[in-house]
């Protein structure tokens, strides 16, 4: 009997932290709000479809190449604190950690070897 109740009691915990968890952290933006941020917030250089311009030397984001020679990390970094010497400003004090890392993802779509 002893056995059921403290079953009983971790099963309880178990759902109570479950549900703290889950409340917890907002969930990420989904794919559709992650285009219309990067539509919002970078097509005005990068280009509506991230092919970028290059007139004023902004990436490829479709490059299956320019995919390749970066790191998640690396592309959360000049999101979120811009790109030294480039007109790339950083959009950390405007958007949400779980924004920029929905952009990050929204980018690694884009990657026309995927396609």
Known sequence: MKLFVRMGSLMILAVA???????AAPP?????EAEDLFK?????CHGPEGKGFSAIKTPDF????WQASRKDAEIVDTIKNGKKDTMMKGFGDK???DEIE????YIRSLNSKKK
């Open 102 to 105: 929905s952009l990050m993802k």
């Open 28 to 32: 990420p933006p989904a794919p559709a």
């Open 17 to 23: 932290f479950s549900a703290v968890l889950a409340c």
């Open 40 to 44: 919002a917030k970078c097509s005005m």
């Open 62 to 65: 479709t490059d299956p190449k």
């Open 95 to 97: 958007l949400k950690d």
